[in-house]
């Protein structure tokens, strides 16, 4: 498994932005999927938004127009720039690749929109 490790979460009032990173212990440049995933207190985890080996993406209707996945220019990086957070984002988010049969994840980072 890949180890991977997520920053930029935080406190910020809803309208805001925050940039998320997550970084891997390894490259990630050919990995299957990239993704980020968030879970609310008392919900299920749900896809925000992913990056296929190709570039294709993905996004929860939610997000879209205000979410943008990406690569880092280093191999083993991958971004959500958040913009116009609303309370509902206020979540632990979570990184995730797929490499073959294998899913692996970060240790999540909070963050919270103030309204």
């Known amino acids: 498994q890949v180890r991977l490790v997520e920053s930029g979460g935080g406190l910020v009032q809803a309208g805001g932005f925050l940039r998320l990173s997550c970084a891997a212990s390894?490259?990630?440049?050919?990995?299957?999927?990239m993704g980020w995933y968030r879970q609310a207190p008392g919900k299920q985890r749900e896809l925000v938004a992913d990056i296929t080996s190709g570039g294709g993406t993905n996004y929860a209707e939610s997000v879209k127009g205000r979410f943008t996945i990406s690569k880092g220019h280093a191999e083993n990086t991958v971004h959500l720039q958040m913009n116009s957070l609303k309370p509902e984002d206020t979540a632990v988010y979570y990184c995730k690749v797929v490499h073959g049969p294998i899913d692996s994840w970060g240790q999540g980072t909070q963050v919270i929109v103030s309204s």
């Open positions: 390894q490259s990630i440049f050919r990995a299957d999927v």
